[in-house]
């Protein structure tokens, strides 16, 4: 578990499919990530953050509100799978609509990176999304990612002509070890 000032990253649990689902299934929200998933897809989906986080001891975890332990969406990290990511260390996150524009994916984001650069060997932490996906872009430029247009691509798994195929990538290099 990670904690931050209000919020929580946490191991996903059974009672949480409905509340991501809901969150998974508002367009507004998948505006920017692909077509809103229904119940099985969202189980799914959960069941394979469950698998990646035994496997490497992270994921996109659950993100809970510490005011009110309410299910706001995810953050953490997971091993990319395509790609300049591939097998980076790949930060992401997730948000309901009603929990934008109050600095949690910041938050969120900022108590993962820490995790992420006192727990893994990674030289640089990485994160890709929709050209179009200004909010992410405003993010990662707020955790001090640096914009790789040399790395930008065009998302393999979205066929030729979808309109969320162009991707970018940021990176994130781990801060120099203070001396005494």
Not at 32 to 53: F, N, S, W, Y
Not at 105 to 128: M, Y
Not at 129 to 144: C, I, P, Q
Request: charged share 30%; net charge negative.
């Amino acid at each position: 578990m990670i904690a931050t000032e209000r919020l929580v990253m946490r191991s996903w649990r059974d009672d949480d499919v409905a509340p991501f689902q809901a969150i998974c299934s508002d367009p507004e929200v998948m505006a920017t990530l692909g077509p809103p998933l229904d119940r099985a897809a969202t189980e799914a989906l959960i069941d394979r953050m469950r698998g990646i986080e035994a496997e490497h001891g992270h994921c996109f975890w659950a993100l809970e509100r510490q005011a009110d332990a309410r299910l706001i969406g995810w953050c953490g990290v997971i091993r990319g799978t395509t790609g300049p990511v591939d097998g980076k260390a790949e930060i992401g996150w997730r948000l309901a609509r009603d929990a934008w524009g109050v600095g949690y994916a910041t938050e969120a984001a900022r108590g993962a990176i820490d995790w992420v650069f006192a727990n893994l060997r990674d030289p640089d932490l990485w994160a890709i999304t929709w050209r179009g996906n200004d909010r992410s872009r405003a993010v990662m430029e707020r955790l001090g990612m640096r914009h790789r247009s040399d790395l930008d691509f065009d998302h393999p798994r979205l066929a030729a002509g979808d309109p969320l195929r162009p991707h970018v990538a940021y990176s994130l290099s781990r801060p120099a070890p203070e001396t005494a």
